[in-house]
């Protein structure tokens, strides 16, 4: 074989090439359209895609990418006279598949993974992750909707071994339902509760936990608090994850040290979310935000879910070289899953671990994966991006493509993926690479290095005192939570009051003002549900910190109440003003109050009822019908439209009109309005006609003063019961969470 003088001009070969050739299929025979550039081996010229190739750029004589193969070696007239075909080993039928031939590429430790440093005792500040024969078995398909309906127990994960050292950054890249997901959350303690996990997990060289601080876990799509600005939202969750042993300038110097490692200095002034002066952040910046609160407890390990998830090819780039300087400059441990890398991103990958359907393809150097699949007889074709061609490879769903006639010129179109696999598996297990991790994760799992400790908590006053704060100031900016129904609120009641303006006080007069009090209470109840699309955004923040360990659930529960009191007063207040007077209520400052206190109370009940069917039903439309749902029968069942003596007793009486709320409010209003007002008679020389009887015939309601503060009283009562039911949602979430942690030790120690 002689060496491969790379073309003079890139694009006038490409150019004559397709002149000759005309336009050539795609690799994965998907019909797409490429141009072919023309290299010259031995005098010979042989065709090849260079869709992924810049023009003007120059081929590495030496790369093992332009070494020739001894089966690619063609005439000058085939190449005029034949159509152009990959540069591929022609494939025997499927069933002789160990008789395909190998190519010239021998695969050895020298070529495709470097000689490891010397096993070193983990430093301390950094954390060493082995793991050996873990699977996973489930039977929620482990998230996969194709194996979802499968109801025995499945392997999701199959004797996957590995390790991660610190300053390197391991991408585990498989395609969908590979089981990439479910590796990266075995190593993390993210595991559904439906999963089982078997194997062995070492953390420098203990199996233990990870400790709260020593890790971060980023989601493929982190929540972020829209209506903060970049600062404000680094600087709350500085003050929620860092101990409260550090002093304050110490933890604003990490929020600025982050915001410089991420390259935010020019957004931090800007709001995260849409506003009328600005857009918000993109994506890319959202990212690089994400990664910021992250790394703010300088973590020694960095999981990330597919971390260019819903990026462009060039923000993906940017966030693959600061994860792979964040591994080099923190010495931090990166593993993070992908689906596919570009081939501006390929250069950047340290570390590959490829699966296919659970099984691990290969694990080392991403550089030695292309000598691995072309020692097993599928080389990458030149100029095409590797991770292309490893999942085109080992991607079961490309079948019913590959399967196109057209394409039958492809090697692995001749030949299913399943065999195709079991090359590739056994190929790696055969290898000196494989006997090279297995080598060394033994050694890594016997060297035993420092125990990695929690950092520590923030105190309980100034984790309440920031989550008070920080709800006040996104309650205060954000649009739908409050002025909104402010604003709908005031021109409703408005309304109400212009109808029902001035009824006077005469015995006519009751069932007008009845009919104001009952439209006023239950129409500003549900106007309350125009509030909770932002409350389903601070619910999906707080689950999000609580599986953190960055907040608990009491203190969110009592911030969130303190923190919506002072916006409740103000709606409460003006609505009041607003319908009270027009309608020509009794004129007295204590009731008045009454009725103010009243209408607080049902804002306290509607937030907490909320919240909690937010916990519940996360989806905004699902919860707000189900809001209304609840209400309407609240609203049917408070002794307006059918006295509660009528009702069927089971069921409706008990236990349902009891638990509406709405019931209580206007008891309590009427009893405000009547108790003790006395009307003349129509009837000359009759007695006057006492408030009382009416409005014991008319509601049944109690016709004493004191009625209407217990009714009060039940208010209260039942605005706290809400935010008890949404503690014990929230609680639930956390027990679950901890169940998870506490199965995954279980699993390791057995």
């Not at 292309?388 to 993926?417: A, C, K, P, R």
């Not at 309407?632 to 236990?655: N, Q, S």
Request: charged share 15%; with cysteine; proline share 7%.
């Amino acid at each position: 074989m002689g060496d491969v003088s790379p073309p003079p001009d890139p694009i006038s070969s490409a150019q004559s090439a397709n002149e000759r050739h005309g336009p050539s299929r795609s690799p994965l025979g998907l019909g797409t359209t490429i141009t072919t550039t023309t290299i010259t081996v031995q005098d010979h010229e042989i065709d090849c895609p260079s869709s992924d190739v810049d023009a003007g750029s120059q081929l590495n004589p030496d790369s093992p990418m332009t070494k020739p193969l001894p089966h690619v070696v063609a005439t000058a007239s085939q190449a005029a006279a034949e159509p152009l075909k990959p540069v591929f080993a022609t494939p025997p039928p499927p069933p002789l598949l160990q008789d395909i031939p190998r190519t010239s590429v021998i695969f050895s430790p020298s070529n495709a993974m470097e000689a490891p440093d010397p096993i070193k005792k983990p430093e301390k500040g950094s954390a060493t992750l082995v793991w050996r024969d873990v699977t996973v078995t489930t039977t929620g398909g482990g998230g996969c909707k194709r194996q979802v309906e499968m109801a025995p127990p499945t392997k999701v994960l199959k004797s996957s071994t590995g390790f991660a050292r610190p300053g390197s950054m391991l991408s585990i890249m498989g395609s969908a339902c590979s089981g990439k997901n479910i590796l990266l959350k075995s190593l993390a303690g993210q595991l559904p509760n439906s999963a089982k996990l078997y194997g062995e997990i070492r953390l420098n060289g203990f199996q233990q936990p990870l400790p709260h601080g020593t890790y971060a876990y980023v989601r493929a799509e982190e929540e972020l608090i829209e209506s903060l600005t970049v600062r404000e939202h680094l600087y709350y969750s500085a003050l929620l994850q860092l101990p409260s042993r550090l002093p304050l300038s110490k933890k604003l110097s990490q929020v600025d040290a982050c915001i410089s490692e991420m390259d935010l200095e020019e957004l931090v002034s800007i709001r995260i979310g849409c506003s009328h002066k600005t857009g918000g952040l993109s994506r890319f910046e959202r990212k690089r935000l994400s990664l910021a609160v992250h790394m703010l407890s300088c973590p020694y390990l960095l999981f990330l879910e597919e971390p260019t998830y819903g990026l462009d090819s060039l923000a993906g780039v940017l966030v693959i070289a600061t994860l792979r300087k964040l591994a080099s400059t923190r010495q931090c441990t990166v593993i993070m899953t992908m689906q596919q890398a570009t081939s501006h991103a390929w250069p950047l990958l340290d570390q590959l671990c490829l699966l296919s359907n659970g099984t691990t393809v290969y694990f080392g150097p991403s550089k030695g994966a292309l000598e691995q699949f072309a020692n097993a007889g599928f080389p990458c074709p030149r100029l095409q991006n590797p991770t292309d061609h490893f999942l085109g490879l080992i991607d079961t769903s490309l079948d019913h493509v590959n399967s196109d006639e057209e394409s039958g010129d492809q090697m692995w179109s001749q030949i299913e993926s399943s065999a195709v696999l079991r090359t590739l598996e056994a190929t790696f297990q055969a290898s000196s690479e494989a006997e090279l991790v297995q080598s060394l994760v033994v050694q890594l799992s016997e060297n035993e290095g420092p125990v990695l400790e929690s950092t520590g908590h923030p105190g309980l006053l100034i984790c309440i005192s920031v989550l008070i704060w920080r709800s006040c100031v996104s309650m205060g900016r954000e649009f739908g939570y409050y002025w909104l129904r402010l604003l709908l609120s005031a021109v409703l009641t408005l309304c109400i009051g212009t109808m029902y303006f001035n009824l006077g006080h005469s015995v006519d007069s009751i069932r007008g003002r009845t009919a104001a009090v009952f439209v006023t209470i239950s129409f500003l109840g549900m106007l309350s549900i125009v509030g909770f699309p932002a409350m389903v955004k601070e619910v999906k923040i707080i689950y999000q910190e609580i599986a953190q360990r960055q907040t608990g659930v009491s203190k969110f529960i009592f911030a969130n109440m303190l923190a919506s009191i002072p916006f409740l007063l103000v709606l409460a207040f003006v609505c009041s003003s607003i319908s009270y007077f027009l309608i020509g209520l009794h004129p007295m400052f204590t009731l008045f109050m009454y009725f103010v206190i009243n209408i607080f109370m049902c804002f306290a009940i509607m937030d907490g009822l909320m919240m909690f069917i937010a916990t519940i039903l996360p989806k905004v439309f699902e919860g707000m019908v189900a809001t209304l749902s609840i209400q309407i029968l609240m609203l049917l069942l408070a002794g307006y439209f059918r006295l509660a003596d009528d009702l069927p007793k089971p069921v409706w009486t008990y236990p349902i009109s009891y638990l509406s709320f709405y019931t209580y409010s206007i008891q309590g209003l009427l009893q405000n309005e009547y108790v003790g007002v006395t009307f003349p008679s129509t009837i000359p020389k009759a007695p006057p006609i006492s408030a009382q009887v009416t409005l014991q015939n008319a509601f049944q309601a109690p016709d004493t003063m004191l009625g209407k503060w217990v009714n009060v009283l039940i208010l209260a009562v039942m605005a706290i019961g809400y935010r008890v039911l949404v503690s014990v949602s929230f609680l639930l979430f956390q027990a679950v969470t901890l169940y998870k942690h506490k199965s995954l030790r279980r699993s390791q120690n057995e």
